[in-house]
């Protein structure tokens, strides 16, 4: 290809074949993130898998493309391009059957997520491989070096072809089994030109069989039940897998296969999941609720928080959410309304504080999940932001999901040393009296004070908050062991392995009302399961690290 006459550029069949496959191969990495994060989460361990994969069925294709290439024909990667499509049939049909079935093998934590990211993309991605190759092979380039880097430029380009139209373009706007299915429709019609104009039988009636198999496939969707409820909105949005979920009389809002917020239909303003009640544990602290003014959250979801403060308390509330589609969600099946008092905002949190001059009474982060923490909200610049933007007796509230102590604990006894390092005072409850992963609440004050469980058992007792969170002050721990975790900062911040205990334990989620815990449904299971238990109860203390 000469840069200085473009217009004297055709691209040969080869050349077609070449940027197909890598506008394919790198769509099919991307959207392995959107398959594979919903059971396991999309942390440093999972895109590694993800990347590792696809490398390695590459590089394989390539070896073994190169050894045949003396073989290579454009009816040759027909085959290969149709095999590919055929196995993207297999992806958009069966992905959550192989995603469960790869998941239950014994593996340590960190290679969890790598057999089903082996099953579901290998053999796609290897097929692929082969065409370089071929096509080097075909060229009409004279030598090798120009044939070769002609291949190479013209498979980098369809990569990033790939990787923008998908990331920017596709992701947005359509569904995991739309945009299969329509890789699944390049790769064929790629195929079928590639035999043109000499049209044989074989090849044609394996285009048109494979085309119908995508087709079918995409039609009756993934061939699993789902034990949730009812899917009433599913999307994918720029950040993550979006569902609302109906069991019985329960709405959910599920991101990445995770609950995350939860609405009563006959009785909106019941708090379904107990985590939630935690929130108003901050107007126990601050010196006068009356005085209260301004309130912040970070991370929206299905807007409980925000709502029930706007509705408790002659407060103003700010939210700040990333993903303009969580807010839209919620103000369609969530009940959200925007008013005088309570204000969404698109954009990040730490962003938003860094921008805004307000100064806030209360400031809840509430934008962590089990498998996906937003690192740059957990380190310490990030808490000392928030410090210097709340009233001098300013409460934060942390929810950090994690064990208590032992194993699953390391990313919460980190986090509290780094809140701890930027308040005068911390404070944490525990929201489940097991050892499983939870929502551990971490309060931290402003002002330097000296908070016992007794005293905010009297101030409950003194203020009419509108909530009684007596059973939330029982669940009172004392301070975690903090020696041997790391203070997080922009330069050390490392999360995802602070977090790779909790993978493949069960994360606890109490609901309000029930006798027991309803756990994390379609978590990674790896290790053996722990016990579902109660509701904290009172005087519960911590379990030594």
Same mark, same amino acid.
């Given at each position: 290809?000469?840069?200085?006459?473009?217009?004297?550029?055709?691209?040969?069949?080869?050349?077609?074949?070449?940027?197909?496959?890598?506008?394919?191969?790198?769509?099919?990495?991307?959207?392995?993130?959107?398959?594979?994060?919903?059971?396991?989460?999309?942390?440093?361990?999972?895109?590694?898998?993800?990347?590792?994969?696809?490398?390695?069925?590459?590089?394989?294709?390539?070896?073994?493309?190169?050894?045949?290439?003396?073989?290579?024909?454009?009816?040759?990667?027909?085959?290969?391009?149709?095999?590919?499509?055929?196995?993207?049939?297999?992806?958009?049909?069966?992905?959550?059957?192989?995603?469960?079935?790869?998941?239950?093998?014994?593996?340590?934590?960190?290679?969890?997520?790598?057999?089903?990211?082996?099953?579901?993309?290998?053999?796609?991605?290897?097929?692929?491989?082969?065409?370089?190759?071929?096509?080097?092979?075909?060229?009409?380039?004279?030598?090798?070096?120009?044939?070769? %880097?002609?291949?190479?430029?013209?498979?980098?380009?369809?990569?990033?072809?790939?990787?923008?139209? #998908? #990331?920017?373009?596709?992701?947005?706007?359509?569904?995991?089994?739309?945009?299969?299915?329509?890789?699944?429709?390049?790769?064929?019609?790629?195929?079928?030109?590639?035999?043109?104009?000499?049209?044989?039988?074989?090849?044609?009636?394996?285009?048109?069989?494979?085309?119908? $198999?995508?087709?079918?496939?995409?039609?009756?969707?993934?061939?699993?039940?789902?034990?949730?409820?009812?899917?009433?909105?599913?999307?994918?949005?720029?950040?993550?897998?979006?569902?609302?979920?109906?069991?019985?009389?329960?709405?959910?809002?599920?991101?990445?296969?995770?609950?995350?917020?939860?609405?009563?239909?006959?009785?909106?303003? &019941?708090?379904?999941?107990?985590?939630?009640?935690?929130?108003?544990?901050?107007?126990?602290?601050?010196?006068?609720?009356?005085?209260?003014?301004?309130? $912040?959250?970070?991370?929206?979801?299905?807007?409980?928080?925000?709502?029930?403060?706007?509705?408790?308390?002659?407060?103003?509330?700010?939210?700040?959410?990333?993903?303009?589609?969580?807010?839209?969600?919620?103000?369609?099946?969530? &009940?959200?309304?925007?008013?005088?008092? $309570?204000?969404?905002?698109?954009?990040?949190?730490?962003?938003?504080?860094?921008? #805004?001059?307000?100064?806030?009474?209360?400031?809840?982060?509430?934008?962590?999940?089990?498998?996906?923490?937003?690192?740059?909200?957990?380190?310490?610049?990030?808490?000392?932001?928030?410090?210097?933007?709340?009233?001098?007796?300013?409460?934060?509230?942390?929810?950090?999901?994690?064990?208590?102590?032992?194993? %699953?604990?390391?990313?919460?006894?980190?986090?509290?040393?780094?809140?701890?390092?930027?308040?005068?005072?911390?404070?944490?409850?525990?929201?489940?009296?097991?050892?499983?992963?939870?929502?551990?609440?971490?309060?931290?004050?402003?002002?330097?004070?000296?908070? #016992?469980?007794?005293?905010?058992?009297?101030?409950?007792? &003194?203020?009419?908050?509108?909530?009684?969170?007596?059973?939330?002050?029982?669940?009172?721990?004392?301070?975690?062991?903090?020696?041997?975790?790391?203070?997080?900062?922009?330069?050390?911040?490392?999360?995802?392995?602070?977090?790779?205990?909790?993978?493949?334990?069960?994360?606890?989620?109490?609901?309000? %009302?029930?006798?027991?815990?309803?756990?994390?449904?379609?978590?990674?299971?790896?290790?053996?399961?722990?016990?579902?238990?109660?509701?904290?109860?009172?005087? $519960?203390?911590?379990?030594?690290?």
């Amino acid at each position: 290809m000469s840069m200085g006459q473009p217009s004297a550029y055709r691209p040969t069949k080869p050349d077609v074949a070449v940027f197909v496959s890598g506008v394919t191969s790198m769509g099919l990495e991307i959207l392995a993130g959107r398959i594979i994060a919903p059971q396991f989460g999309s942390s440093i361990y999972t895109w590694g898998s993800i990347i590792t994969v696809f490398l390695a069925a590459l590089s394989l294709g390539y070896w073994q493309g190169g050894k045949q290439a003396s073989t290579a024909s454009n009816q040759r990667m027909s085959w290969l391009l149709l095999g590919t499509a055929g196995y993207v049939a297999v992806v958009i049909y069966a992905s959550d059957q192989l995603l469960l079935s790869a998941s239950a093998m014994p593996l340590p934590t960190r290679y969890a997520s790598l057999p089903a990211v082996l099953i579901l993309f290998g053999p796609p991605t290897y097929l692929l491989g082969f065409i370089s190759p071929y096509a080097a092979e075909l060229s009409q380039k004279e030598g090798t070096g120009e044939a070769s %880097g002609h291949v190479y430029a013209l498979g980098t380009i369809g990569s990033i072809v790939g990787a923008g139209a #998908t #990331t920017y373009v596709l992701v947005p706007a359509l569904g995991i089994d739309m945009i299969g299915l329509l890789f699944g429709f390049i790769l064929v019609g790629t195929a079928f030109a590639l035999t043109l104009p000499r049209l044989t039988p074989k090849p044609a009636s394996a285009s048109v069989a494979i085309a119908l $198999l995508l087709v079918v496939a995409a039609g009756l969707g993934p061939v699993a039940f789902d034990h949730r409820g009812d899917v009433v909105y599913q999307t994918q949005t720029a950040y993550q897998e979006l569902e609302v979920i109906d069991d019985g009389d329960v709405r959910t809002l599920y991101l990445d296969g995770a609950r995350h917020s939860a609405m009563d239909l006959e009785d909106p303003d &019941r708090h379904v999941f107990e985590y939630t009640r935690y929130f108003h544990l901050p107007m126990l602290m601050v010196d006068d609720p009356d005085e209260v003014e301004n309130v $912040l959250f970070i991370g929206g979801g299905g807007y409980t928080g925000p709502k029930d403060f706007e509705r408790k308390y002659d407060v103003d509330v700010d939210v700040a959410e990333l993903d303009p589609e969580v807010t839209r969600t919620a103000k369609e099946y969530f &009940r959200l309304e925007e008013s005088e008092n $309570l204000s969404a905002h698109t954009e990040d949190g730490r962003i938003f504080l860094q921008e #805004t001059d307000k100064e806030y009474d209360v400031i809840v982060l509430d934008a962590y999940q089990k498998d996906q923490v937003p690192i740059h909200l957990t380190q310490l610049e990030f808490m000392e932001l928030a410090e210097s933007h709340l009233d001098e007796d300013g409460v934060l509230l942390a929810n950090v999901i994690a064990a208590p102590s032992g194993a %699953g604990s390391a990313f919460y006894r980190a986090q509290y040393k780094t809140i701890d390092e930027a308040f005068a005072s911390t404070y944490s409850f525990r929201t489940s009296s097991g050892r499983s992963v939870q929502n551990i609440e971490v309060v931290a004050t402003k002002a330097d004070t000296d908070f #016992t469980e007794a005293d905010l058992e009297a101030r409950n007792d &003194r203020r009419n908050l509108g909530i009684d969170l007596s059973s939330e002050v029982d669940a009172y721990m004392d301070a975690p062991n903090t020696d041997g975790v790391p203070l997080l900062t922009e330069d050390h911040a490392p999360v995802d392995n602070l977090q790779a205990s909790t993978v493949g334990q069960e994360y606890v989620i109490e609901q309000t %009302g029930d006798d027991e815990t309803q756990p994390e449904p379609a978590s990674i299971a790896v290790g053996p399961e722990l016990p579902a238990h109660a509701r904290p109860t009172a005087g $519960l203390e911590s379990i030594p690290s």
